[in-house]
């Protein structure tokens, strides 16, 4: 289901301890710096919104809220935003581990450029993996942005038990790959938020 509107508003719609995992990917206000620096994104005007660290805060605790016991959470994260997004979802989560996603190509930045991204892994209560795999995943990409729905289909055969029913969210979903992700298996209901869906996502 993809509902168009702010992650807090949508979220409180739910009730307590509804989702069975939740995989999303947010906009940390340090992605301005790319914006602001980029010889190549100077140029692109249509942007999504960044939030500060103060509102995702409110957004995760409001997260929680929803989030089954014993479940497990899964954040998107690059270098630059990785110490303010621990300290902040530390407190609202038990960390498990972080994640590192391997793109095997160079992406944002001057020196030292990006070729991982981390994948913050917590839960709410005690969350056991259903599968035993690496923390590290390699997976060849080129976009800064969007993100392949492949990883997000890693996450949840790790994390759920798939042959129960399962509910999960993205309340910063993009363009979708939690719902492309989702499709491949059939215990699975997908709901996906965010304020301006991309118009190819429709
Ligand atoms: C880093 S992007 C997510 C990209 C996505 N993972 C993908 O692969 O396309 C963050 C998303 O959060 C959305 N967003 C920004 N503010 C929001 C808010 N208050 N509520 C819901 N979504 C929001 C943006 O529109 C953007 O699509």
Same mark, same amino acid.
């Given at each position: &289901?993809?509902?168009?509107?702010?992650?807090?508003?949508?979220?409180?719609?739910?009730?307590?301890?509804?989702?069975?995992?939740?995989?999303?990917?947010?906009?940390?206000?340090?992605?301005?710096?790319?914006?602001?620096?980029?010889?190549?994104?100077?140029?692109?005007?249509?942007?999504?919104?960044?939030?500060? &660290?103060?509102?995702?805060?409110?957004?995760?605790?409001?997260?929680?809220?929803?989030?089954?016991?014993?479940?497990?959470?899964?954040?998107?994260?690059?270098?630059?935003?990785?110490?303010? &997004?621990?300290?902040?979802?530390?407190?609202?989560?038990?960390?498990?581990?972080?994640?590192?996603?391997?793109?095997?190509?160079?992406?944002?930045?001057?020196?030292?450029?990006? !070729?991982?991204?981390?994948?913050?892994?917590?839960?709410?209560?005690?969350? !056991?993996?259903?599968?035993?795999? #690496?923390?590290?995943?390699?997976?060849?990409?080129?976009?800064?942005?969007?993100?392949?729905?492949?990883?997000?289909?890693?996450?949840?055969?790790?994390?759920?038990?798939?042959?129960?029913?399962?509910?999960?969210?993205?309340?910063? #979903?993009?363009?979708?790959?939690?719902?492309?992700?989702?499709?491949?298996?059939?215990?699975?209901?997908?709901?996906?938020?965010?304020?301006?869906?991309?118009?190819?996502?429709?």
């Amino acid at each position: &289901m993809k509902i168009k509107g702010d992650a807090l508003k949508v979220l409180k719609t739910f009730p307590d301890e509804f989702f069975d995992c939740i995989i999303t990917d947010p906009p940390y206000p340090h992605l301005e710096r790319h914006r602001a620096v980029g010889t190549t994104t100077r140029l692109v005007k249509d942007w999504f919104p960044t939030l500060s &660290m103060e509102q995702i805060g409110l957004i995760f605790k409001e997260a929680e809220r929803t989030l089954k016991k014993n479940s497990s959470i899964f954040v998107f994260c690059n270098g630059l935003a990785l110490r303010d &997004m621990l300290n902040t979802l530390s407190k609202i989560f038990e960390f498990r581990q972080v994640i590192v996603w391997d793109k095997v190509y160079l992406g944002l930045g001057y020196h030292f450029r990006n !070729r991982v991204e981390f994948i913050l892994y917590y839960s709410k209560g005690n969350h !056991r993996p259903i599968k035993n795999i #690496a923390n590290v995943i390699r997976f060849p990409w080129k976009e800064s942005y969007r993100k392949p729905y492949q990883i997000y289909k890693i996450l949840l055969e790790t994390s759920l038990d798939l042959s129960k029913e399962n509910k999960v969210i993205d309340f910063f #979903a993009g363009s979708c790959p939690l719902s492309k992700a989702c499709s491949f298996f059939k215990n699975i209901k997908c709901f996906e938020v965010d304020v301006n869906f991309h118009e190819k996502t429709k």
